[in-house]
Structure formats: structure tokens, C-alpha cells
């Protein structure tokens, strides 16, 4: 069966009376050469145990499937077990486990004998709904050797972009503190079924070990955060609102200027290596 094919897939789809949900932000891939270019980014090889989130119907799982030593699929629409049931029968590298991932318990899944000798990565077409809160965990997790996924093109640009951008923000620095961020590819809204009001792309993170400038984490994302809390306003301003009761703005100023920074900057001129140095100086 070709999943891509959209009649083949209305048919399947037909067979066991599925609906779309809006709330879970379905849209299936009918571009065949996708699927196979998102596990291609992957690196995904026999010694991979791979975690897919949201499989729908399963075209990226085959692509996975045959390229990895393992495939574990996480599915929340139970309306979709009995689709993955018929589309992934016989490929036996592939395991669906109905739940929530935001719930799912990753150190015992990855922890588990049947799994043990593979190295873990992530691969999936996320839902767009639920892309910040799941890339944030698979990140914090600090268990997967490389993170691909297929998200909203404004998303992407965040995550990859560089300070001084207008695309750069908070999230862009957690990404970038805990991964190496490469933005791939474009996957216009044509190749999904049904058709997206916005352009995906695939990006990969790539974890890497904590930047040896921050000294305490908490204090490091406290100045971040705050930096970026009034986009708006200078870094000045920002760290005023957020740390006014232990220092006053003249002394703000100093510190700001001391690390040899204008006074009027923006918190989205900063890199990892400056937020770090401010969040050491505040401390």
C-alpha cells in the first residue's frame, strides 16, 4: 500500500471510519519523497532505536522502519491504532504504544531490556500544537543522540536562528544551549492531506554538552527569560523589571556596561556566551 497516495489513502482512512481532529492538528504526508528525506536527515541506522512521535498513518514509521534497528511509535488518537495496526503489519522493527508523550515515562522506555544496545534518537512530524512543549522535553531528557522532527517554518527559523535576527528569541537560546540546531528543509503545504494554512520544515538538533561559560543554569535561563520578557524595550529596561529589588537601574547599567555592552542594547543582540557573563555579573 502506498500511504501517500491520496486515494489509497481516503480508502484506508474510509475502512475504519476515521476523522480528522482539528484539536490534534492531523495533517498525513502525500508526498512520498518526504517521508524518505525526514528519515534520511535522521541518520537512522541498524544500531538506532527510534522514537516517532504522532505516526498517523505511518508513512514516516515504514521509511524509519527500514532504515533503523528499531521503531517505537507514540500514538495518541486511539481512532489511529487500528489504521497503524493494518499498515505496519508485518514489519516487525516497529512498535506502537498508544498514550501521551508529554506523560510517557522516556527513562523506562529507553531503560527497558528489549531496547537495551540501541542508541535512542527522536524522528516525527510533529504536531504543531504541541511542538515547543515536546522538543523542550526531548531536550531536558538529555537521552537522545539527535532530535529530527518536521515543525512549522516559523518554528524552525527560531529555533536555528542567530542573534540579532528578528527570529531570535528564548527559545532559540534553550535550543541552542542544550543542541547544535541545522534547519533543512522547506515541506510546502501542498504535500499534506489536508492542506496546512502554513509551510513545515525539518530541522535536527543535534544535543551537545552543556557551554562550559554558563556556571549555574537556573540563573543563566532567569536572565534569558527576563531578557526577552518586553521584546520591545532595551535589556536595561527588561532586567529593571525582573531584578529591581536587588539592584537599582544605575547599577544595571553598570554591570550591562561592564561586560562591555551598550547601555541601550537589546536582550536579542545577546549570544550564550553574554547572557552567561550577565547571568555570573547579576549573581
Excluded at 499498515?87 to 510517557?104: F, H, Q, R, W, Y
Excluded at 532530535?147 to 512549522?152: A, S, Y
Excluded at 523589571?241 to 544595571?252: I, S
Aim: aromatic share 8%; glycine share 8%; hydrophobic share 45%.
Amino acid at each position: 500500500m502506498d500511504l501517500c497516495d491520496l486515494r489509497q489513502l481516503q480508502a484506508l482512512l474510509g475502512r475504519h471510519g476515521f476523522r480528522f481532529s482539528k484539536i490534534m492538528g492531523q495533517n498525513f504526508l502525500i508526498d512520498p519523497q518526504i517521508p524518505a528525506a525526514i528519515a534520511d536527515a535522521s541518520g537512522a541506522g541498524p544500531e538506532h532505536l527510534v522514537l516517532e512521535i504522532g505516526p498517523g498513518v505511518g508513512p514516516l514509521t515504514v521509511q524509519l522502519a527500514q532504515r533503523a534497528g528499531k521503531v517505537v511509535a507514540v500514538e495518541l488518537d486511539k481512532s489511529l491504532l487500528p489504521v497503524l495496526a493494518e499498515t505496519l503489519s508485518g514489519i516487525e522493527n516497529t512498535e506502537v504504544i498508544p498514550g501521551d508523550v508529554m506523560k510517557l515515562d522516556l527513562e523506562a522506555l529507553l531503560s527497558s531490556d528489549k531496547f537495551s544496545g540501541f542508541t535512542p534518537i527522536v524522528c516525527a512530524n510533529l504536531p504543531y500544537n504541541i511542538t515547543t512543549p515536546v522538543m523542550t522535553r526531548l531536550l531536558e531528557s538529555r537521552r537522545f543522540a539527535a532530535i529530527t522532527v518536521m515543525i512549522q517554518r516559523e518554528v524552525a527559523k527560531r529555533v536555528c536562528a542567530q542573534p540579532g535576527t528578528a527570529d531570535y528569541g528564548a527559545f532559540s537560546v534553550f535550543c541552542q544551549y542544550h543542541a547544535r540546531c541545522d534547519y533543512r528543509f522547506e515541506v510546502p503545504p501542498q504535500c499534506f492531506f489536508p492542506a496546512p494554512k502554513v509551510t513545515s520544515a525539518v530541522v535536527t538538533l543535534t544535543p551537545q554538552p552543556r557551554p562550559s561559560c554558563v556556571a549555574d543554569e537556573g540563573a543563566f535561563f532567569r536572565v534569558v527569560k527576563a531578557a526577552f520578557a518586553q521584546r520591545r524595550k532595551t535589556l536595561l529596561n527588561c532586567l529593571a523589571a525582573a531584578y529591581g529589588e536587588r539592584f537599582d537601574k544605575a547599577a544595571l547599567a553598570r554591570i550591562i556596561v561592564g561586560l562591555g555592552l551598550p547601555e541601550d542594547v537589546r536582550g536579542e543582540r545577546l549570544g550564550i556566551p553574554e547572557f552567561a557573563a550577565l547571568a555570573k555579573a547579576l549573581a
